[in-house]
């Protein structure tokens, strides 16, 4: 910085202050009432130098119901910006700026704008003053761009600022850039699979910001930014682009495959499969998982991690580049890296309140996790200020000079330490859900692209080449606070989710692995699309309920058509068999298991072996019991899922125990015999006494 000081300061000297309506961007404020007036940048150079002059071009809008006639601009240079807070104050208080000296002046041959029309001026090209930037690696200067008009009120005025970069000569060492790109959106389908609404259908056209990204990436010579896809909707996606089916407002339409929503579709997968042919993919976890919360709650996440990355296999017909993660923030704990080092993760992108510096200088994006098992595992950290502007609202009202504002914004972090020896790279991470403008993204990814102070490679690159630093200073990760953990899916909720799918595996068992639902749909996915960090909100959650609801609503339809035979048996002996008649009303075949209770009946210790209930068949069994006592006794029967864990249906057989009145009126009737014999014994015994008596 101080080799760059008397260059500023001839700069200075030289330019004047900018004027006080300088902000980026401005807009027209001479007309409180609403402006009349207003002038939109449609492009202007990423950079300038020596026999690299300015270039940009505005449009002149004209909202008010009179003509605009004698147009004149104004464009200036104002003083140079030398480091990040500068430019951040200069963004949140324009009237912070000063004046600056005339760059170009002209009158537009077309002077002329009707009521409600624009007028395109022409392209300009302006060589900017000698000695910018001399002695120094280059400098970041504020651009102000005026336009002057008569209106039927008098004249009007308008402006809006920008800023150009101007560098002596082509760098020889590049900041290295990583910008991820995130494809995800909640879902639009129900639990059975049907799409409830066509907003995806916008998003995914050449108007919206899906499609128009996917389109720009697919552009031959694309930089080779990081696309990170949710297989969730290339699934959705897919099904848009033939013939489908839409459910809104209790009616089903069929929306065919020429139709311009399916056309829409169409072309964004044939795009994003174009950009992803010689830039693979990193895939989100399946519905962008509550990985953090998952983790939290005793489970590693890897199924999503899996589904979502199999999803992109079989779109594009290959790998997806599995050295990144992008986990969703939240409780991110040694738990969740090691969670996805398991999955072949060895670059995790992580918000940087999650490795905190004190660093003044902008610091590599690249973090050293290391210890145990994450020993070959790397952070990657955004930069806070470069991707909180990638969702600023001002990059929809003024897209061209908001992608300059981002530009501009890198090359003072690279002329912090221009040419450094050691490799230096950022990373720009916009939020999962990120929609950017598509004027907005075609302005940032072209701009990066020629910007020469960048070098735009894929993230998991720029981890492997670029050390932690500048700074030497420890990076640990910070402790999960009761606010990280609260801003997960609740305990609870995720409690619910796995107890449902442990009730599906059983189901599994029973109804066997080529089961489809009778509406449609498909259970496990239902479930992972539940853990989705989508359902965050709590207005949102009932959302993801339904999805979890829908598998046990699936669920209790087949066990609802199984159900145990009430009947009555009696047993003559003290054991012996009894029949359980199990009836299977449902289209399924289904294997199970009984298990039969009873106070007072001696039955098997354990479930009997397993047996298959045809569909719409009854099924007997014949089972081995025992009887302690005569009487009538219930017997419970319930009918299980092959491992016994899940009940299906029960019912009640009752036994009726005559065994031990037949043994009770043999033995009363040996013991009369007895007593007979013994009095008959007895009378003898005595007639015999008295006779010798006598």
Not at 6 to 34: D, E, F, H, T
Not at 86 to 112: H, I, K, T, Y
Not at 450 to 474: I, K, S
Not at 495 to 522: H, K, N, W, Y
């Amino acid at each position: 910085m101080s080799r760059r000081r008397p260059a500023v300061v001839a700069v200075v000297a030289v330019v004047l202050a900018v004027s006080s309506g300088l902000a980026v961007p401005a807009r027209a404020r001479a007309q409180p009432a609403g402006p009349a007036l207003e002038v939109v940048l449609l492009s202007v150079s990423p950079a300038v130098g020596p026999g690299r002059p300015l270039g940009y071009r505005v449009e002149v809008r004209n909202h008010g119901e009179a003509p605009l006639r004698d147009l004149a601009v104004r464009a200036r240079l104002g003083v140079p910006v030398a480091t990040r807070s500068q430019l951040a104050g200069l963004l949140a208080n324009p009237d912070a700026a000063a004046g600056a000296a005339e760059l170009d002046s002209f009158r537009p041959p077309a002077g002329e704008v009707p009521p409600g029309g624009r007028l395109r001026l022409p392209p300009r090209r302006v060589p900017l003053p000698a000695g910018l930037g001399a002695g120094s690696a280059g400098v970041v200067l504020p651009l102000s761009i005026r336009v002057q008009a008569s209106g039927a009120a008098g004249p009007l005025e308008a402006g809006l600022a920008t800023f150009v970069v101007h560098l002596p000569e082509r760098p020889a060492r590049p900041l290295r850039t990583a910008l991820l790109v995130p494809f995800h959106e909640p879902t639009h389908r129900n639990p059975a699979g049907g799409l409830v609404d066509d907003r995806l259908a916008a998003l995914l056209g050449a108007d919206g910001s899906l499609g128009a990204a996917a389109a720009e990436l697919a552009r031959p010579g694309a930089p080779r930014v990081t696309m990170v896809v949710d297989g969730m909707l290339l699934e959705e996606a897919t099904v848009m682009a033939g013939s489908w089916r839409l459910r809104s407002g209790g009616k089903a339409t069929v929306v065919p495959a020429g139709d311009e929503r399916s056309r829409s579709a169409g072309a964004f997968l044939r795009d994003l499969n174009a950009a992803a042919g010689d830039n693979p993919p990193a895939a989100f976890a399946y519905a962008d998982a509550d990985l953090p919360a998952l983790v939290r709650n005793r489970s590693d996440g890897q199924a999503a991690l899996q589904v979502g990355r199999t999803v992109l296999k079989q779109s594009f017909g290959t790998t997806p580049d599995q050295r990144l993660a992008w986990p969703v923030d939240g409780a991110i704990d040694a738990a969740v890296l090691q969670a996805l080092a398991a999955a072949g993760a060895d670059t995790v992108v992580l918000d940087p309140r999650r490795l905190p510096t004190s660093a003044t200088t902008t610091q590599n994006a690249t973090v050293e996790l290391g210890g145990g098992l994450l020993q070959s595992q790397r952070a990657l950290v955004g930069d806070p200020g470069l991707s909180a502007a990638l969702s600023d609202p001002r990059a929809a009202t003024a897209p061209a000079e908001w992608a300059q504002r981002v530009l501009a914004e890198t090359a003072i972090a690279w002329l912090e330490r221009p040419n450094a020896s050691e490799p230096r790279g950022i990373l720009l991470a916009p939020p999962h859900g990120w929609r950017p403008p598509p004027a907005f993204f075609r302005a940032l990814v072209r701009g990066l692209d020629a910007a020469p102070w960048l070098r735009v490679q894929p993230a998991p690159t720029l981890a492997a080449q670029v050390p932690q630093g500048p700074d030497q200073g420890e990076r640990r990760l910070a402790t999960v606070t009761t606010a990280d953990v609260a801003a997960g899916l609740p305990g609870s909720y995720l409690d619910r989710v796995e107890q449902v799918r442990s009730e599906l595996a059983s189901f599994r068992g029973a109804v066997g692995p080529a089961f489809t639902p009778a509406g449609g749909g498909d259970y496990d996915r239902d479930l992972l699309i539940a853990e989705s960090a989508d359902w965050r909100p709590a207005a949102a959650r009932a959302r993801g309920r339904s999805f979890v609801r829908a598998v046990q609503r699936g669920i209790a339809a087949v066990y609802r058509r199984v159900d145990v035979e009430s009947t009555r048996v009696t047993l003559t002996a003290r054991s012996g068999t009894i029949p359980i008649t199990v009836r299977n009303d449902s289209a399924q075949r289904i294997t199970v298991v009984l298990r039969l209770s009873s106070p007072k009946v001696d039955l098997p210790v354990a479930a009997g072996e397993p047996f298959v209930l045809e569909p719409q068949r009854r099924s007997t069994q014949l089972l081995e019991v025992g009887t302690r006592a005569t009487g009538t006794f219930p017997i419970r029967v319930d009918v299980l899922t092959p491992d016994g864990a899940e009940p299906i249906a029960n019912g009640e057989v009752v036994l009726t125990s005559t065994a031990f009145n037949r043994v009770a009126l043999v033995l009363s009737g040996g013991a009369a015999g007895f007593l007979l014999l013994w009095w008959r014994l007895g009378r003898r015994r005595t007639g015999s006494g008295g006779d010798a008596a006598a």
